[in-house]
T-cell receptor
């Protein structure tokens, strides 16, 4: 089966600029996750969607980060304006159902977008 | 929210020995505990998971144990091989929230 797709793979911007990342989950997967992984740390969940609704965005810095999944399929994550500390890999993952809800809840990760803020 | 702690942060073992990584969690509502392996520059890959209604699960050389009372779970890798070298992350989920541990860098010395 086709995996989770993300673009771009790499992005370099200067601080205070804006950037957007795109994710296309595995077909049929209702749940979509965006994670931020800073070098040497574990992934931190930024936002979780169930179809086109937000399940959890408690760790999303809402003053500068936004995400949408308007049609319940692909999703975009935006940072505006970027700060130096936003340099990280942004991972998108999807699962058939939300993790912890059923046995079909395995999360599959995309390749990530490596963001460097100068 | 949930707090997942993982130990040790680094672990070196001789090839053929066993490796054990431990995680604790704080939210008693967490009911799903996956383990991921992440090789350098690659995406996390699920290697095994366990649910709150099970105490132990095995898959060949990999096993996971869960103690719900103590709120901790562990990953056991037996007969380690050089290709097991990677960063391993535990995670905990309530169904609505998903938290990763801080990772364990495992090195298997040939």
């Amino acid at each position: 089966e086709a995996g989770v797709a993300q673009s771009p793979r790499y992005k370099i911007i200067e601080k205070r600029q804006s950037v957007a990342f795109w994710c296309n989950p595995i077909s049929g997967h209702a749940t979509l996750y965006w994670y931020q992984q800073i070098l040497g740390q574990g992934p931190k969940l930024l936002i979780q969607f169930q179809n086109n609704g937000v399940v959890d965005d408690s760790q999303l810095p809402k003053d500068r980060f936004s995400a949408e999944r308007l049609k319940g399929v692909d999703s975009t994550l935006k940072i505006q304006p970027a700060k130096l500390e936003d340099s990280a890999v942004y991972l998108c993952a999807s699962s058939l159902v939300a993790s912890g809800r059923a046995s079909t809840d395995t999360q599959y990760f995309g390749p990530g977008t490596r963001l460097t803020v100068l | 929210g949930e707090n997942v702690e993982q130990h040790p942060s680094t672990l070196s073992v001789q090839e053929g020995d066993s490796a054990v990584i431990k995680c604790t969690y704080s939210d008693s509502a967490s009911n799903y505990f996956p383990w991921y392996k992440q090789e350098l520059g690659k995406r996390p890959q699920l290697i095994i998971d366990i649910r709150s209604n099970v105490g132990e699960k095995k898959d060949q050389r990999i096993a996971v144990t869960l103690n719900k009372t103590a709120k901790h779970f562990s990953l056991h890798i037996t007969e380690t091989q050089p290709e097991d070298s990677a960063v391993y992350f535990c995670a905990a989920s309530t169904g609505n929230q998903f938290y990763f541990g801080t990772g364990t860098s495992l090195t298997v010395i040939p």
